[in-house]
């Protein structure tokens, strides 16, 4: 049993080390911006966005209200791969 033990135990440490070593490290930055518009009845409201999930909800006010949140993922340059 400790010979089994004396075998496994430094091929499963150089397994993970390898496996940990494949990985990257995702650099994540956010940001949220809120801004209100006057809005007059009639009047159109354009939005328009490139990989966006948009959402609208009505609501009784003369006021258009946009939330943005952008969120930036990119590889750090400081790690393999």
């Not at 993970?16 to 650099?27: E, I, P, R, Y």
């Not at 940001?31 to 328009?48: A, H, Q, R, S």
Request: glycine content about 6%.
């Amino acid at each position: 049993m400790k010979n089994i033990l004396k075998l496994l135990v430094p091929n499963v440490l150089m397994l993970l080390a390898v496996g940990l070593q494949g990985q990257t490290t995702l650099q994540v930055v956010t940001k949220v911006m809120e801004n209100t518009f006057p809005y007059k009845n009639g009047t159109e409201v354009n939005i328009e966005g490139e990989k966006a999930e948009i959402k609208v909800e009505t609501w009784n006010r003369s006021e258009v209200k946009v939330l943005v949140e952008l969120i930036a993922k990119h590889t750090d340059k400081n790690s393999p791969g």
